[in-house]
């Protein structure tokens, strides 16, 4: 393992408090732990937006935190679910009497962890509600296992969720809105080298030199399929195709969110994205706006991932209105 | 019968037990999951050996509960609050004693099994912790119920988990991580699983010693 | 090699292409190759900025074009200046009668290139000028020898005679203000693996599991010293120490900028930045504001650079204008 | 005495032996610079080839600057302005031109020196291609003016760059990217220097043949 860091112990928290420090304007962050709210907290009038998971997503969730997306952002050890008594801390800290929004990734951990967080925060008497984002199509949906796992697309419930909590709208208005962006995202990734977990010392899977995963989550574990490499282009076809087969975009507008797992240069997902334009445009969506970037990453995985929401009007305004986060202005 | 001092000594055998397989339980989960698990568990069976000086004069219900307690607070991920469910549900059942008979021992099995399909909206069959849990519990019970003494039941239990964890080889998960792997987790043997047999062969171990 | 691209040839154009598509409303190529202009020309009474230099230093030049920064950049192929006709054509795409300031790196290539093109657009009678970037302190400034390299302190000249041109200020006052940029800006960097040049096949240079290089420049080349591994923080405060033994920057204000080199995940640019913050201030510096992410890369290359700009006041008003380029949004 | 198919002939191989050579160029310049030499060159010299057909009633000034100029406008980096700004000084000094005197030749090939280091600002012993270029130029210049005849001073040319291409490994780099690597520059052969002393055999290899 060769990274740059100091001591596999102090990776989570050194990491946080140079997030932190970063922008000391934006950010502060609990005593308590590896919980990050904003410095200037939202006015008692408004929805405050509490999301997580494990460390080594960065940005996610900590460099969300700011005017227009998250309240708070609540970070575990790497890859594991943080704490209920973490989140819990968190929710209190941003809670407004208008109440908190949690945003989880469905992951077992992370849904257990939000709940009994969520359950001590409704004893306190906080008004708080949670939305589980499962966009990855990679993995079939079904009643009777876990669903769909929660990736990037996350980020585009922050941002629209955190606008409509700016705007004043009730608990249920944001929920509402959060649950309709979830109802519209769909991801899928796939990993041309793995990531180490600090405190595992060793890749969570190797590959050969011609092979990649497929179909792979966030949390270094291996995708759904482990296939030959192919071209930039025929790889993301074959992500494409699957979101395009889940939920019909044609005629819509979309969000593209290009997404690098960590490792990847920028070249390559340029590169992605100039075929995944002209592929959406050949099959009849629209594109009404595109970010690329690491946005939801997995440590140091060279990877992507490529996510689409379908829009309606309030989404657009809603994506289109300011935010003012470490990772994400607009 | 158990007494709370028996308690804590279990709880300090499986605490190391864990500790002393952590990459191991690292590596299973590396192959079906993301390569937390003995990380997770042992940090959180650290903090509950930090706890254990404070147990002494506790009842069964205290100790279990703060157990459950300090899981919950410091492994994170799925198995935290699964397992701090199970302590905790055990803990609610076990309140004020200081002893627990065969049978008061069986419930508290019982109440942790039922915690832990209550929190994770899971039941036996899906590979996970319960494919040994689920069977370590019901031969425990058979053997109570049948006339058997502690440590023979709990014999049948360990043999049976151990039974569990070579069953988890033989299906796809439905719940977890692995679920996400679909086909690619057959053959692979669940670190829940695992780490739930480990924990009930400490206490075996510990009964046994006397 | 292991990559996401279609084929070798084809990644400078995929890329560019990529990007423009990423933003199509705030980039236009041009047909004449990897030339990238702002989609809406700048006011004829504003001094135009052109940069550049070879491919696979994204988002570098290309992010930065837009409102408050460059308005064209032209990339050559991976690690190769861009030839002077086509700098030339992109000064023609932006030529305004207030005139063109070229920002160069220090490398001998990019230098030649650039000197190249401005003969050619002063011959057609353009008003045109130009400052070369050499912030790297890993290299020895001499007179005797090519002197330090251009590295990631060109997007803060970038950022600030950007903002600068938007205030309609001369070439002349444009220039100065470069020049000022560029006397007060140090940055150094290393790398813990290298990168591979996509028509070279493989890695510029080979690590050991332990070692890394110290004193890289962004064109995947090896650096001034090979050294074993040590810690991030021995690591930021070896180039830290050369940084502030360069200039003073005691009382000063800075912005820091930690720049990752492609593919360095960005929680050890956090954790990295953690150590710089403290030791920034324990040296009696002052921060004005941090920027954490990849912005002057080598392709995926893991390591990373520090960077200190000192300001005064007109250089923290320009530093804090706005701007609008797809990596950059102030 | 050369003429204008002579000099499209010596372009021709020249071209070819980069090509050939590419490679080798591309690793020399990985140790010491970005591995990127032999692509730049080879990339230039492919679309020299290309402009082959259109050269043939064109006088030397004219193909040589036509060379320069496909040269400057395709490799890019350092040396394709180096490169090409030697092929268009030369071009100049042999304007209008149908065929050079030993006299000329030697003047075009000073035109070229000087202008790498015009372009470049460089000079002998910075560890550049001017370490191959000038100890090559002198030896043509002195062999034609002792009375050699073409191909003996060519072939002496020859030598001096190839123990200018050994000297480059014997010192640490002034110019270019090798210059950053100060001491590390040490036993290492210039790329520059490398592909220098190619086309000069290029040419040699031509006249040889007659
Ligand atoms: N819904 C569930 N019900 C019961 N056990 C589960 C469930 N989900 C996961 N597990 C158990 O948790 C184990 C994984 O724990 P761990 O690796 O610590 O958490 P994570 O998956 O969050 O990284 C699995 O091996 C499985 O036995
Ligand atoms: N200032 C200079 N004067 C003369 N030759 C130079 C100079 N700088 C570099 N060179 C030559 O250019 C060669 C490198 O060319 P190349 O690799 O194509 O360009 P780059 O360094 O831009 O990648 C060096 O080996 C050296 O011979
Ligand atoms: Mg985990
Ligand atoms: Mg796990
Ligand atoms: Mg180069
Ligand atoms: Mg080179």
């Given at each position: 393992m060769k990274k740059l860091i100091n001591a596999v112990e102090k990776v989570e928290d050194e990491m946080i408090l140079g997030l932190v420090k970063s922008a000391p304007k934006k950010l502060r962050k609990l005593d308590c732990g590896k919980v990050v709210v904003r410095a200037d907290k939202k006015g008692n009038d408004k929805v405050a937006l509490v999301s997580g998971g494990g460390s080594?997503?960065?940005?996610?969730h900590g460099g969300f935190v700011g005017k227009g997306m998250l309240d708070c952002a609540v970070a575990g050890a790497v890859f594991t679910s943080p704490t209920p008594d973490k989140i819990f801390e968190g929710i209190k800290a941003v809670a407004t009497s208008q109440g908190v929004l949690c945003i989880v990734k469905n992951y077992t951990g992370d849904v257990m962890n939000f709940e009994m967080a969520v359950d001590m925060a409704a004893d306190e008497d906080i008004k708080v509600d949670s939305v589980i984002v499962n966009d990855d199509v990679a993995v079939k949906d079904s009643l009777y296992t876990t669903g769909r796992r929660g990736v990037a697309g996350t980020i585009l419930v922050h941002k629209i969720s955190g606008a409509k909590a700016e705007e004043g709208a009730s608990l249920d208005e944001v929920k509402r809105v959060a649950e309709k962006v979830i109802a519209n995202v769909r991801s899928m990734g796939m990993a041309i080298s793995p990531c180490t977990v600090p405190a595992a010392g060793k890749p969570g899977f190797t590959l050969a030199d011609d092979e990649v995963e497929i179909g792979i989550g966030i949390h270094g574990e291996p995708g759904t399929t482990r296939a030959k490499i192919i071209s930039a282009d025929e790889t993301a076809k074959i992500l494409l195709d699957k979101i395009l087969a889940d939920i019909d975009f044609k005629g819509s507008e979309v969000v593209v969110l290009i997404n690098g797992m960590g490792a990847t240069p920028l070249m390559e997902l340029y590169i992605i994205n100039n075929f995944v334009q002209d592929y959406l445009v050949a099959n009849g969506v629209k594109i009404y706006d595109t970010m690329v970037g690491n946005?939801?990453?997995?440590?140091?995985?060279a990877g992507f991932s490529i996510t689409l929401l379908r829009l309606d009007d309030e989404l657009k305004k809603l994506y289109d209105a300011p935010a003012d986060t470490p990772a994400l202005v607009k | 019968m158990i007494d709370s001092k028996k308690i804590i000594a279990i709880i300090d055998a499986a605490a190391k037990k864990i500790e002393s397989e952590k990459d191991f339980l690292t590596q299973l989960d590396n192959e079906i999951g993301d390569g937390d698990h003995g990380i997770n568990l042992a940090r959180g069976f650290k903090s509950v050996e930090e706890k254990l000086a404070t147990f002494a004069d506790k009842d069964i219900g205290a100790i279990l509960k703060s157990v459950g307690t300090a899981l919950v607070s410091t492994v994170g991920g799925a198995s935290g609050p699964l397992y701090g469910t199970a302590f905790m549900k055990a803990g609610n059942v076990c309140k004020g004693k200081f002893t627990l008979t065969d049978e008061e021992f069986a419930e508290a099995f019982n109440a942790a099994v039922e915690g832990v399909k209550m929190r994770g909206k899971s039941a036996e069959g899906e590979k996970t912790m319960l494919d040994a849990l689920c069977p370590a519990y019901r031969a425990f019970k058979g053997g109570v119920d049948g006339g058997k003494t502690l440590i023979p039941a709990l014999e049948d239990s360990v043999n049976a988990a151990m039974q569990g964890v070579e069953y988890t080889k033989t299906i796809i998960a439905?719940?977890?991580?692995?679920?996400?792997?679909q086909e690619r987790s057959l053959g692979h043997q669940d670190p829940g699983a695992t780490s739930s047999l480990y924990i009930l062969q400490a206490a075996l171990d510990v009964l046994k010693k006397g």
């Open positions: 080594g997503h960065e940005p996610a946005f939801m990453t997995s440590i140091e995985m | 439905t719940k977890g991580r692995a679920a996400y792997l």
